[in-house]
């Protein structure tokens, strides 16, 4: 079997990719990443040396070069987690995410036509869905819920899910979809929530929360979210979309508060912000198709995982603190200057 997984260096895509190439150590598996701000070849310094793991470094955009790995690399399987990912980004300026995320996913489902696959599997998530209103606690995204997008971000992946799932049905390519919810763990990229609190925090420095900080999200573990994609790509039915998610909603003011106390730190550094404009209320996944299809189970519950992922923070600060330091260190200043 060999694979090509896109996205690799970045936050879930690395965590992926360790799971695939320790698990499987008779898959071939290469790497695709165009390494932008996000993607980080530390994040694999675990797998890098196994004999079963290549890098390739390229644009899913650039359709010459995707033919040309394709005709040369004739994979059986092809994971696509490679997007520009966060909300905000998309906000000030959506282009790249047509770019990456609508074009790119084309691109690579053209190649999978000429070429043949197994199996194509997009990674997706649950903000395509749009949110849910918090006085209805009773109400889930099923896989069944009308697309309904809210930023920049969320449209550019519903445009990708429906050309997935429109090459399914026009062209008979063998895909798969998954909409996972809000990850957390080890490789997660400090421009998002819970990074960043972290970071923010053991510096001592103010901590932004938008709005009241009152919006739900539904916390996954980053190594759950890998176990539901290896189970649906080797189980999982083709054309069929599966939502991941365990269960594990919190506010956001209530995941940094639970983020200080275990770093011993107050209460005192929150700081109300100006709210991020369409901003998601809530989400929620119902993951009953996963779990009675597939039999998944997340094995992390919130408060343990996050336990473990702030223990990560403070083991690899050498990790967060070089990010912190090049490219990315004008980043705060720069995104958060109106809001603060
Ligand atoms: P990330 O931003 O950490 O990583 C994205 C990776 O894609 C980076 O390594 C980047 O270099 C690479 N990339 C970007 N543009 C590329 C291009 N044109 N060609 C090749 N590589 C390119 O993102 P993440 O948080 O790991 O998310 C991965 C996927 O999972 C995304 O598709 C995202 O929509 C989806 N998702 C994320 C979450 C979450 O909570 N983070 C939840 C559900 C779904
Ligand atoms: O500084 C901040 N302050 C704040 O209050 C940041 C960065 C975020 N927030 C809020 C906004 C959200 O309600 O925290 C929540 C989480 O924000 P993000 O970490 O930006 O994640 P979110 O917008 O929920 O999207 C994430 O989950 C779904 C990923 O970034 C997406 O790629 C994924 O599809």
Redesign the pocket.
Known sequence: MKMIITGGAGFIGSNFVQHMVNKYPDYQVINLDLLTYAGNLENLKPVEEKPNYKFIKGDIADRGFIFNLFEKEKPDMVVNFAAE????RSIADPECFVRTNVMGTTTLLDACRSYGIKRYHQVS???VYGDLPLDRPDLFFTEETPLHTSSP?SSS?ASADLFVLAYHRTYGLPVTVSRC???YGPYHFP????P?IISRALADEEL???GK?E?V?DWLHVADHCQAIDLIIHNGREGEVYNIGGHNERT?LEVVKTILKALDKPESLIRFVTD?PG??MR?AIDPTKIETELGWKPRYHFDTGIAQTIQWYLDHQDWWKNILSGEYSNYFDKMYASRL
């Open positions: 990912s966060h909300v905000d998530t649950d903000e971000y992946k919810s809000n990850n421009e998002k929530l819970i960043l932004p929360v938008y900080g919006n999200r956001n991020r901003h998601d989400y």
